[in-house]
């Protein structure tokens, strides 16, 4: 907010001004300009007139406050591409070394010709404007190089302070004005040399609307720096400062370029230049001379790079809200605004141009920019082992303005919130990776099975530690489904992984701390997309709870894929400010987030997503190694595929940006499903873009899976024979085991009601984690007798019985008949028989 309007010393009346002149010029005549400025209130009590003139004089300022220049800041690809630039002042500061000889002359013999003469001011050119402006109506400026200097340095001062009543202060063209620049010009020149002050104003003049300095313009009008210029491309710029937007030679070249011959007929009456120069500089049309290299403000300028189409808008724009977002380049958003805006910046990224053509080609491909479903998509890459964001890209076209067009946004949809706007999106079971570290990490095996079958969950099922009371509490009965995969019965974690079984997952977290899911997320630097936590739920094990950003997948799995050593995503690789000083960036901050062979495990588990499971139907070549996981929520609201090799890993995700809509029963692309899964677009897009980005890699493997992770522990199945149910459940357990009860008892010398055997036998070395099956006693086989007189004789429906034939000639014993007693009338029989032996 501009600040209120600040005192400018005491006001001058036209006779206190006239006694200051008169007593300046007096004094400038006998010892000289400097002298004539450090001894003025001597001078002013020459005459009562000018009682009081040297206490205003002595009011006004003797030090000027110079602020750094005004610098456009420069965005770089990696390989040294400018993708955008950000100026408040389009201008480039250089040292007089690397300006024209003739520019310099041109801007003397226009503004100064005596300016190595004076000391600031110019006592003959006051004079001059002093009896001109006193005999007509008009205003004559007397404005040494100096002064001009002090004025752009005051106005310059007040804008980077956003102070408009200064910078009005600073154009008055007043007398009070006039005097304040005298003095400042007077003390400056105390403290430069007289080429010092030259480079400073040709380096902060204003050279057309929208150019400041000679080097910007020079490259801006004639598209070559300033350090080789011709007498008319000398004489053109020379010719604008005097009115910046009346002599812009782009927009007004015919008062441009009479200016300029002005200017060339100066520099000839000065001798800079021959008569031939000047001839053959008249003679040359200045639209002739004009090459307009136009420096592309902003991110939108990045979209198109040379005549291709990079879509970098959004990465470049990602850049700049790593700048605002951070206090290390400043204490408020506005102040690293003007850092960016002001300061003159080289900022070195991490973007990959050849990466990021094919990830924009590859994700217009998979859902093109005007299809007219209107689903969006996105793509990003980061590498692992560095954190290095490679390409970032979606089917949207950046553009920044107030009145973008039809599929141009600002949002970015592939970053969180205060990187892009985008609110995020479920990540569905692509966040099952999460719950698979956990399970490893608590000492589970692949091969360890759990029920995969439809289960309803109820009450504190889920221990969380983190949460009150340890458990998370489901108030009413939750049974989770599957989207992608399907599954009944065991099924190994490996299984559950390759086929993305929502219901063995969910029963694997039933078995684990809850909270480690979300330990390790964040871990992984996996946060909401809207800066806050991940909500601890057990449907946040299969990506139903918070919303996430793309980037921060792609992260997260880079980190598997460099063996568990998780780097944050970094865009900037090196920063230096206008003097070449470099900069502090945000570093990747590298550490080892999991246990490698937990990572190499999981690896393992998600490579069988690509080979066999739910994202087989890419056909990914088998010579190169790669892992990930498919991911759709319920309905098909997001679609997801994550993956990686040991060189990239790269997170596409598609669906609706706005509202929850289902991708179902609709036309993507030119195909119409009743529903879409993350193996449906989004995968074929990865491997369409890896396929092309690694196409000069190696096919590197990654590290072989833990044995024991893998296969699990070997334990002794223990000996619950004789105990109830109960108890052989909650033994069987403790060591490690799942439990299921076979479905019919059987008879044994244990006691009825307790277990009879188990399956493994007790004592058998299996996995830990492996199934136990049960089986309950009915206690003792009953024996078998005579039946009572008056049991049936005759074979049932005519048909012979040789049960019945052997007890009624009382040929047969109490024991239970070899194959059991069966059933119909055969069972009938045998229950009488029991009768008897009972008896």
């Avoid at 994700?363 to 998509?377: C, F, H, K, L, R």
């Avoid at 509202?659 to 609709?666: A, V």
């Avoid at 993507?668 to 995968?683: E, Q, W």
Wanted: charged share 15%.
């Amino acid at each position: 907010m501009a600040s209120s309007a600040r005192p400018r010393g005491r006001q001058v009346n036209v006779l206190q001004a006239l006694a200051l002149l008169l007593a300046f010029l007096l004094v400038a005549g006998i010892g000289g300009v400097l002298a004539a400025g450090l001894a003025l209130p001597a001078a002013a009590t020459v005459s009562s007139l000018t009682n009081g003139t040297a206490q205003v004089f002595e009011d006004l300022p003797t030090a000027l406050e110079e602020l750094p220049l005004s610098q456009k800041s420069t965005i770089y690809a990696a390989d040294g591409t400018v993708l955008a630039t950000f100026y408040y002042e389009n201008r480039i500061v250089v040292p007089l070394t690397d300006i024209s000889p003739l520019m310099q002359r041109a801007v003397i013999d226009t503004e100064d010709k005596r300016f190595y003469e004076h000391g600031g001011v110019d006592p003959t050119g006051i004079l001059r404007a002093a009896v001109k402006n006193a005999t007509t109506s008009g205003l004559q400026g007397a404005s040494t190089l100096t002064q001009q200097y002090v004025k752009n340095v005051l106005i310059e001062d007040a804008l980077a302070k956003n102070d408009q009543a200064a910078v009005n202060a600073a154009r008055d063209d007043s007398i009070s004005r006039k005097l304040r620049e005298a003095k400042l010009a007077i003390a400056l020149e105390q403290k430069y040399t007289k080429d010092e002050i030259l480079g400073r104003y040709l380096n902060i003049a204003q050279f057309g609307i929208n150019v400041w300095g000679v080097e910007a313009a020079c490259e801006y009008y004639f598209g070559h720096s300033a350090k080789e210029m011709t007498p008319a491309e000398a004489a053109t710029l020379a010719g604008v400062t005097n009115g910046p937007s009346i002599y812009d030679p782009e927009h007004s070249t015919a008062k441009s370029q009479e200016r300029r011959n002005i200017v060339l007929g100066l520099m000839l009456a000065e001798h800079d230049i021959t008569e031939a120069e000047y001839q053959t500089a008249i003679a040359t049309p200045l639209k002739d001379m004009l090459h307009i290299t136009p420096t592309a403000q902003g991110c939108m300028s990045a979209n198109v790079i040379g005549g291709v189409t990079y879509n970098a808008g959004f990465f470049c724009d990602y850049v700049t809200w790593v700048i605002k977002n951070d206090p290390a380049f400043g204490k408020t958003v506005e102040d690293r605004k003007q850092l960016l805006e002001r300061g003159g910046l080289d900022i070195h990224t991490s973007i990959d141009l050849h990466l990021q053509q094919i990830a924009n080609t590859e994700v217009n491909n998979g859902v093109p920019q005007n299809d007219p479903s209107g689903v969006a998509s996105s793509i990003v890459t980061v590498e692992p082992g560095t954190g290095l964001i490679k390409a970032m890209a979606e089917n949207r076209t950046f553009n920044n303005t107030s009145a973008p067009g039809d599929r141009e946004t600002a949002v970015n949809f592939n970053t969180g919130t205060a990187y892009g706007s985008s609110t995020g999106f479920q990540p569905g079971s692509s966040f099952k990776p999460f719950t698979l570290l956990a399970w490893l990490q608590d000492g589970h095996s692949l091969y360890e099975t759990v029920n995969g079958a439809k289960v309803s969950y109820n009450g504190n099922a889920f221990k969380a530690s983190c949460l009150d009371g340890g458990a998370y509490r489901l108030y009413s009965p939750w049974t989770p489904s599957n989207s992608e995969g399907g599954g009944t019965g065991n099924v190994t974690a490996l299984q559950a992984t390759t086929n993305s079984i929502n219901t063995a997952y969910v029963a694997m977290a039933s078995k684990i701390d809850l909270c480690d899911t979300f330990t390790n997320a964040k871990n992984l630097g996996v946060t909401a997309a809207n800066g806050g936590p991940l909500q601890i739920a057990p449907s946040g094990v299969i990506g139903g709870a918070s919303n996430v950003s793309p980037l921060s997948m792609a992260a997260a799995y880079a980190a598997l894929a460099a063996n568990g050593n998780f780097c944050e995503p970094v865009a900037i690789t090196s920063m230096t400010d206008a003097s070449g000083k470099s900069l502090a960036v945000p570093q990747p901050n590298c550490r080892q987030a999991i246990d490698p062979k937990v990572a190499a495990t999981a690896v393992y588990a998600m490579s069988t997503v690509i080979k066999s499971g739910t994202a087989s139907g890419i056909h990914w070549p088998s010579s190169r190694p790669a892992a990930g996981k498919t991911g759709t929520t319920d309905h098909s609201v997001e679609t997801w595929f994550v993956g990686f090799t040991p060189q990239l890993s790269t997170a596409v995700w598609t669906g609706y940006s706005e509202g929850n809509h289902p991708l179902e029963r609709m036309t993507i692309n030119g195909v119409y499903k009743s529903a879409f899964y993350g193996a449906t677009i989004s995968a074929p897009t990865w491997k369409r873009f890896m396929l092309q980005a690694l196409a000069n890699a190696p096919a590197t493997p990654f590290p072989a899976p833990d044995p024991t992770l893998l296969y699990g522990a070997k334990v002794t199945v223990p000996n619950v024979v004789g105990q109830s149910p109960a108890a052989a459940t909650a033994t069987l357990q403790a060591a490690g085991f799942t439990v299921t009860t076979a479905p019919a008892p059987v008879y044994s010398d244990q006691p009825a009601g307790t277990v009879a055997s188990t399956n493994p036998a007790a004592g058998s070395s299996v996995t830990r984690g492996s199934s136990v099956e049960l089986t309950v006693s009915n206690g003792p086989a009953p024996v078998v007798v005579s039946p009572p007189i008056g049991l049936p004789t005759g074979p049932p429906n005519g048909k012979s019985n040789p049960l019945r034939s052997a007890i009624e000639a009382r040929r047969h014993s109490c024991r239970q008949p070899r194959g059991g007693w069966g059933s119909g009338a055969r069972l009938r029989l045998a229950r009488r028989a029991q009768l008897v032996c009972a008896a």
